[in-house]
């Protein structure tokens, strides 16, 4: 069986993807909430669609900064369904701005979405799953596993004989750490 490594290297859309942010530890609320964001638009969708419209979601979020896309109100989701550049879905939509909201409550007691990551690391899967759920909307399974592994909280974004793995590991992930 192929892996992301295999697929994405030489790939227009995948491989910029698997060379510069996929696995790569986050720790800006907005890169958080931007590849959090990604996921739950991937939901039912193919990971090409999202890449190439990812660039069209960071403007349309405005930047994923959680202050502002917390603070829009039904005229702003009126903008997004409106757009063509993103996934159009009110669900989803909703979820993005709520999910901002959340990240906002999360700097009271952990400092940042970060912090709060960094506070249940390292956890099961499962565990994960459960936390993720009680915190956020829009979760379930593979969401948050993406969003872990993409972000370089759990392992298995890149193969061992991949060079980029070698280059997170050199960023001391935190899966690494455990």
């Not at 007691?109 to 970060?114: E, K, L, N, R, V």
Request: aromatic letters at 12%; a neutral charge.
């Amino acid at each position: 069986m192929s892996s992301y490594c295999d697929v994405a290297r030489g790939d227009p859309i995948h491989g910029p993807y698997h060379d510069t942010e996929y696995g790569f530890p986050l720790r800006s609320d907005a890169a958080l909430l931007e590849r959090l964001a990604l996921e739950i638009n991937q939901a039912g969708l193919s990971w090409t669609l999202i890449l190439r419209k990812q660039a069209n979601f960071r403007a349309a979020f405005d930047g994923f900064d959680p202050a502002k896309v917390a603070a829009y109100g039904e005229a702003d989701v009126a903008r997004l369904l409106a757009d063509a550049g993103i996934v159009r879905n009110r669900l989803k939509i909703a979820a993005v701005i709520e999910n901002a909201r959340r990240v906002l409550a999360l700097r009271a007691d952990y400092g940042s979405f970060a912090g709060w990551l960094d506070a249940h690391h390292p956890l099961p899967l499962a565990e994960w799953t459960k936390l993720f759920k009680r915190t956020f909307r829009f979760m379930g399974g593979e969401i948050v596993r993406e969003f872990l592994v993409s972000t370089g909280y759990l392992p298995g974004a890149h193969d061992p004989g991949c060079p980029v793995y070698a280059e997170i590991a050199r960023l001391d992930p935190p899966w690494m750490a455990v």
